[in-house]
């Protein structure tokens, strides 16, 4: 086979390109908590440790955790190294897609799509990220080329491929399954009209994907069931309503207009528009809107098969995403349709790619990686702002706080990853996020009055958790619980620090009241509002509950604010 000697350059510089706007002030960004989150896992000291945390534990597919491990040993766990693994995979998906495209399409969708992956600034924003969402499109485009070979014409080679991969999707991505279950629909659809004879091999290629997916399943299961007993959900912080779906299109391309990491709470369109201006509105939401459609467009009038399957399958994809979302199955951010977002970048490659008049073909395609540019740049969900990181600011401000190896450390948000930035002190394990979103959270009942056992056998709207909220005291059982464990054994002139992160989910004093009083916290079916401020009000009252706590039985010294407003540090003395 003649390779094309331009073509291959063409394609390395942009691979190196890629590579350099991915690498861009990776050595100054802080892991946070979600990254933390990963380290913490894989830092187990064995597969078979990651296997038991995350399936009885957590939502997540074990999957990439695995990797992390590995990656942990074999290059060891700076920052800086830490997040190559995500570039490198973000960075691969430029060659392989322009091979992919190329044999889907044509040249020119090929070298339009690899110029639009390269300058992207929502895969340049997840290369730089300790999570597994750098690799989701890259296994996207790899199932999409199988999943259209076995579809057309069928062989066992690819059977077995799709079959390895798509096993690779379900047990790195928790709602990888449904993505896998949209290509099987939407292959079927085409093979009862087009290829009969091809039914009863494409029908056990996915039954054992199926079958592959079923001891996952059973944990994902339980483990939900479990999540939906706690006092909150993932749905108090993960906002989501119907009007969220015109950003997709847009985040696709550029995270100017809204956040990528979490819906606003009430999202408006109307409002973001206007916010926008005129000319914000053409270029950030029109623009896109219009490159989006004639992608489409040109897929329907071409009847072009691979285009239309891989269109079909993305929409179910977002659908069934967006149902489950309503239903409060699971929560939905732009991140978690990052498995179809290089499949769909081809549609729109592939019509730009039909443009007639070469000057608007290129004009078109410099404009939208301009813009992607300009918000990698500019805009606050560009990676080069993202190396604020709570738990290193925290460290820093507790090595000028002049924290030591005898002094007690409470960190209620996260506090156990505090580790990875700062090593010296006691780390108390009093974990707020777990005790709000766990229903088998250690220290239930010190803190909220509530067993375990009392816990489960109610529902949430006869908790009355605002009493909980209102009651001024310190529960008695989580003041014993402290005095037992920790302060009567300081001694004189030893110190304990209470660490917040006072811009994430906190009340202020003044707010405090008149929100409790605008929520009838105790009812079963709350809006995405009540839900939030919810939320915002438990996590305060715990924190405020540990100041007055520590202020009672320790002699305040000073409250430390660090140099970037993230933390707060309150100092507490031992006198006795």
Partial sequence: MKIDKKLLIFVAVLTFVALGLRLINIGDAALWIDELYCYDIALKPNVIEILKTVLLTDLHAPLFFIILHFWIKLSGSSDTVLIMLPVIFSTLSVPVGFVICKKLFDTKTAVVFSILNTFNALEIY?????????????????????FLKITKDFNIKNALWLLLINTVIIYTFNAGIFFVFSEFAAGL????????????NYFYSFVFTGILYVPYF????????????????????????LGFVFTLIQNFFTPAITNLSNNPVNYNPVEMIKTTGSLGFVFYIVLFSAVALYGVYRTIREKNKNASLILSVSVLFVLILIILAQIHIIPLVTRYTLLVHLALLTIFAYGIAGIKNTKTLWFLTGLLVFISLFSFL????????RNSSFHYYSARALEQAGAGDGDIIVMPYFG???????DKGQLVDYRSEELLLMSDAFLMKETFGLSQEEYKNKDKSSLKLRRYLENPEVPLELEQYFKDKYLSKLKKGQKLYLVENYNIYIVPDELYLPMLKGVNIDKQNLTELERSARYALLYTKILKNLETLFSRNLRPVRVYNSENQDVKIFEFVNEK
């Avoid at 659809?189 to 009863?200: G, H, P, T």
């Fill in 416 to 422: 156990r990853f505090l580790y990875k930035y700062f």
């Fill in 126 to 146: 997840y290369a730089q990220e300790l999570k597994f969402y750098s690799l989701l499109p890259l296994l996207g485009l790899l199932s999409f080329y199988f």
């Fill in 218 to 241: 059973y944990f994902q299961i339980k483990t939900m069931l479990g999540l939906k007993k706690s006092i909150c959900t993932l749905f108090d912080i993960f906002h989501f309503d």
């Fill in 378 to 385: 500019f805009y606050k969900d560009s990676p080069l702002k």
């Fill in 189 to 200: 659809a085409f093979i009862l009209f087009k290829r009969k004879e091809n039914l009863k």
